[in-house]
């Protein structure tokens, strides 16, 4: 049983670390803790309660209401002058009242349309929080890669050219190199140590950074998985296309147009009859009159019809009205502002794959120089100090710019899919 349970808690922990590995453990922290996202939650939730709130206005209400009262009258008098006796009266009475809206023009049904739409906005509004989030973990994640990769290249860096360094104290004893040769190796050694220093500083702020969009403390970037894959459209026609529909930002556009047009109904159906329906009942107890008890029923109906009201009425048309208009062509901007971010995003695809491919041919070109001048520096051949600083220079920019682009490639990725709406936890694989 004992080894069963060894077993279990292995497996059960091998699987947790190799979850906390991959990109998609952080972004869930990040949706999980991050603060705007939570408010946003809460912003939706409300506006759900409005919605039902809309509702109310179609279903009857119900008030029930009570009252008891004691009079005690003293020192009274006729129109003589004789004293009264004293009176008493107490009383007593119990209403139940019922209350239903019968015709409104079509005000309460545009109310309950508009809250609809303010909830679908909301959820959109969530949507789009989600994704910015998604994107912003997802960048932090890839740039603590990157810069802990820098910092690796340029700690390798300075080894090397103190190794060089001597080295070539050593040749310069033997009389195979000057002493211009020595101090560019020395000259080579402080720019690489002050390059550290500065790649340090830029790790430090990546892990503050990551630290502060995951709410995780930054792991160690040698266990981290690089790989992701997204699924992305094959051209830029598509992409507008996806983006037409599916776009967070169009689509919440397109929701303000839809609310204003309920605005200006809302308005016009100020000037509409409005009918209700109440119906009371009512119990009443007076123990110093003639009459004990008195029982009441009442139905009511009541038909309101506005006519003029200083004017108010028609400027609130005019106003909705122009709030009409400048949704619409919000909306239609939105459209055209959206459409240029496309085609930006996907440019930047573009051009960040070709990009990638061309650093990757250039490290391994710079590989390939490197090894050879160096062997020919350490064999005291023709090679001068000089040219192999130059290569490692070459092939130190080389590994950096392609870490850098395999960084920035899959970022555009991530970016184009949030301008398409299409970006969320489930896509990551």
């Known amino acids: 049983m004992k080894k069963y349970f060894t077993i279990i808690f292995i497996l059960f922990s091998s699987n947790f670390l190799h979850a906390k590995d991959n990109l998609k453990f952080y972004v869930e922290k990040a949706l999980e803790n991050n603060l705007q996202l939570n408010a946003e939650r809460k912003n939706f939730e409300s506006a759900k309660q ?131 040769d020595l101090a560019q190796s020395e000259s080579s050694l402080a720019g690489a140590r002050a390059n550290l220093i500065k790649a340090k500083t830029e790790l430090l702020a990546s892990k503050t950074n990551f630290e502060r969009v995951t709410r ?25 296309s996806l983006a037409d529909t599916n776009n967070i930002e169009i689509l919440i556009s397109k929701l303000d147009y839809e609310i204003a047009v309920k605005d200006l109904n809302i308005e016009r159906s100020r000037f509409s009859p409005s009918a209700s329906l109440n119906y009371s009942k009512s119990e009443n107890d007076d123990f110093s009159s003639t009459i004990d008890k008195t029982d ?12 003029v009201k200083g004017g108010e009425n028609i400027s609130s048309i005019k106003k909705s009205s122009y709030d009409k208009q400048k949704y619409q062509l919000i909306l239609q901007d939105t459209k055209n502002r959206i459409n240029t971010e496309i085609s930006n995003a996907w440019s930047k695809y573009q051009s960040s794959k070709s990009v990638l491919e061309a650093t990757r041919a250039q490290l391994k070109a710079a590989e390939i120089a490197n090894e050879g001048i160096t062997l020919e520096y350490d064999s005291g051949n023709t090679r001068t100090t000089l040219e192999l600083i130059q290569s490692r220079s070459l092939l130190l920019d080389a590994r950096i710019a392609f870490a850098r682009s395999e960084r920035d490639f899959i970022v555009s990725q991530f970016d184009l899919s949030k301008q398409l709406g299409s970006l969320s936890i489930n896509l990551i694989k």
Do not use: C, H, M
């Open 50 to 180: 409005s919605k039902n709130i809309s509702r109310s206005e179609f279903l009857p209400s119900i008030t029930i209401s009570g009252d008891q009262s004691s009079t005690t009258s003293t020192n009274r008098t006729n129109q003589n002058g004789a004293s009264l006796a004293d009176s008493n009266s107490d009383s007593e009475s119990k209403k139940i009242s019922v209350d239903q809206k019968i015709f409104s023009g079509f005000k309460g049904l545009n109310t309950f349309k508009k809250s609809e739409l303010e909830t679908q906005k909301a959820n959109l509004s969530l949507k789009k929080v989600k994704q910015q989030t998604i994107l912003d973990a997802t960048s932090a994640y890839f740039d603590l890669i990157f810069k802990s990769k820098n910092e690796k290249f340029n700690s390798s860096n300075v080894n090397l050219f103190e190794r060089q360094v001597d080295s070539d104290n050593a040749r310069l004893q033997k009389g195979e190199i000057t002493l211009t």
């Open 296 to 307: 009441q029923e009442t139905v009511k109906a009541t038909i309101t019809w506005p006519i």
């Open 216 to 240: 995780e403390k930054s792991p160690d970037t040698e266990s981290l998985a690089e790989k992701v894959l997204l699924i992305l459209p094959n051209s830029l026609e598509e992409s507008l």
